[in-house]
């Protein structure tokens, strides 16, 4: 619903606005899990946006990217739902080139599930493959063990691959040592 609304011109809270309206008519959901994050343009890169000092109030322009971060609360329990897509419906060559390494990223750790797979090890996947595919496409230059070891998949993934989703939408648990960043459940 929201994907079908977002266009340039709109504000971001109406998008916020649709979510919510969606979960209370549709989905039997009185409340969110967090605040709503519906970030377009610059705002879609800083993380956690949405709250009061930076209220989903800015108009969605041409060429945006959006980022939407939003997750209804159903007897207590949480979602988090996490979608990223051009507000025109059309990548820029440099808007592809991210969106597919993520793609790649997530593709690979979906393949690599299974019954006994450490948590932390998909973290890690997730990191090759991006710092992997940002060597490719000349964002990043160098040894991507190098990368790795210094932990440099952190400043491209800040918030780790997912987190643990439950009574709390940052349920607790699932973190690995210190500098792998914060493992996560829900992809986003």
């Known amino acids: ?24 008519s549709k989905g039997g959901m009185r409340h969110t899990s967090y605040t709503c994050i519906c970030g377009t343009g610059n705002n ?5 946006y949405g ?7 800015k108009t969605i322009e041409d060429g945006d990217m959006c ?5 209804g609360e159903y007897y207590c ?20 080139a991210i969106y597919e390494a993520v793609l790649k990223s997530s593709r690979s750790v979906m393949a690599a599930l299974k019954p006994g797979v450490k948590w932390t090890d998909m973290h890690r996947l997730a990191d090759r493959v ?8 000349g964002i990043l230059h160098g040894n991507v063990e190098d990368m790795l070891k210094v932990h440099l998949g952190s400043v491209f993934m800040p918030h780790g691959l ?27």
């Open 51 to 57: 709250h009061a000092g930076a209220p989903n109030d």
């Open 1 to 24: 619903m929201v994907m079908k609304n977002a266009k340039p011109g709109k504000k971001e809270y109406e998008m916020e606005s649709l979510f919510q309206h969606y979960c209370y």
């Open 162 to 188: 997912g987190h643990l989703l439950g009574i709390d939408v940052h349920d607790v648990g699932g973190y690995p040592e210190v500098g792998v960043g914060t493992p996560k459940i829900c992809f986003h």
């Open 130 to 137: 991006h710092l992997e595919e940002l060597v490719k496409i």
């Open 77 to 96: 329990y949480s979602s988090d739902i996490t979608c990223s897509f051009p507000a025109n419906g059309k990548f820029t060559a440099d808007q592809r």
């Open 44 to 48: 879609s890169s800083v993380l956690h």
């Open 67 to 71: 980022l939407f971060d939003m997750g």
